[in-house]
């Protein structure tokens, strides 16, 4: 398995790195042979922070994140949230058959919006209700890779990665979305094969 720790805002150390490496490898008693496993360690004020991405042979990642004050405890409870996960998807992940790893990435991206108030900073909400039409910025933009993936693989990747929703191109080729429901059940948004005609050329013909 290849391994690799990026260390941001904060001084590398050898420790860090062989007990970071040395607690990823308990996955091995869970997961197919994983190609790789990718730890990145960072620091901000009084928060530690470890960020860990395995990638499998079946073209799945299991990711998880974790923060503490301490670093080294914030190791601890990642790997801890890793193995839970996937002792719960043994029999699955095994069953799964293999996945290309050079698919083309789908131009599908996600961005998170917040509306600033007057379009100032600092401004509020009573500033907003006065200028008449809300403007927005854009906070923080994501692109994904929208893997070839069964609506039920796509929900094991979903808990893996301990994501709310997961961008995938289904069986039939269509960019689907899965997603976790408040009451602990999954949705599931597919895409048509083509455009459909909008309401108004509709009501027309």
Not at 12 to 24: F, G, S, V, W
Not at 139 to 144: D, R
């Amino acid at each position: 398995m290849q391994f690799a720790v990026t260390f941001r805002h904060m001084e590398p150390t050898d420790a860090l790195k062989a007990y970071a490496r040395e607690r990823m490898e308990r996955v091995r008693k869970y997961l197919p042979d994983p190609i790789a496993c990718h730890v990145a360690l960072s620091t901000e004020k009084h928060n530690h922070r470890i960020d860990v991405s395995f990638q499998l042979h079946n073209g799945l990642t299991v990711a998880a994140h974790e923060t503490t004050e301490n670093m080294y405890s914030s190791i601890d409870l990642c790997i801890a949230k890793i193995e839970r996960q996937v002792r719960k998807y043994k029999g699955k992940l095994e069953g799964m058959r293999a996945r290309p790893h050079d698919v083309v990435p789908l131009p599908w991206s996600h961005s998170i919006v917040s509306e600033a108030f007057d379009g100032k900073p600092g401004a509020t909400e009573d500033t907003h209700e006065t200028s008449g039409t809300p403007e927005f910025q854009v906070v923080k933009t994501e692109k994904f890779h929208a893997q070839p993936l069964s609506v039920s693989d796509a929900i094991v990747q979903l808990n893996l990665n301990h994501e709310p929703f997961l961008v995938f191109r289904s069986d039939a080729g269509q960019v689907s979305v899965v997603y976790k429901r408040p009451d602990g059940s999954y949705g599931l948004i597919e895409t048509p094969d083509s455009p459909q005609p909008s309401r108004a050329s509709a009501a027309a013909s």
